[in-house]
């Protein structure tokens, strides 16, 4: 597991979905195309990454297909929940540790605001 573990973090690049537009112009009837995407790497303290192990369209992506999210923007990687497997982890992480195997929800929380507090 090590070993993958270190060919998976020496790579550069990764496959994933890519919104192209509501109304794409290219020949994707979907709007969306498979594509090598640069991979992803840890910005703030609280990130993970993560190599997907399995996954699932949500109503989010229907929505954002749809042209119902404004703010989804041609180039935005689509998929956002499924089970994952934490390869990385940021300094400020407390409750995961590379190796977890954990679902990755579309809402989390921060855990530290007042709003996360009370509930």
Do not use: Y
């Not at 998976?8 to 496959?15: A, E």
């Not at 794409?24 to 995407?37: D, L």
């Not at 998929?79 to 540790?97: M, P, Q, R, S, T």
């Amino acid at each position: 597991q090590d070993l993958l573990l270190n060919i998976i973090l020496g790579m550069t690049t990764m496959m994933g979905s890519t919104f192209l537009g509501v109304k794409s112009i290219s020949n994707e009837p979907e709007g969306m195309i498979w594509e090598t995407r640069l991979m992803p790497q840890i910005q703030e303290p609280t990130d993970i990454l993560a190599r997907v192990h399995k996954t699932t369209i949500c109503g989010t992506d229907l929505h954002i297909m749809g042209g119902n999210v404004p703010e989804a923007k041609p180039g935005l990687g689509l998929g956002h929940e499924g089970i994952v497997d934490i390869l990385e982890v940021g300094a400020e992480v407390k409750h995961f540790k590379v190796g977890d195997r954990v679902l990755c929800c579309c809402i989390s929380s921060c855990g530290k605001c007042k709003k996360c507090k009370d509930k």
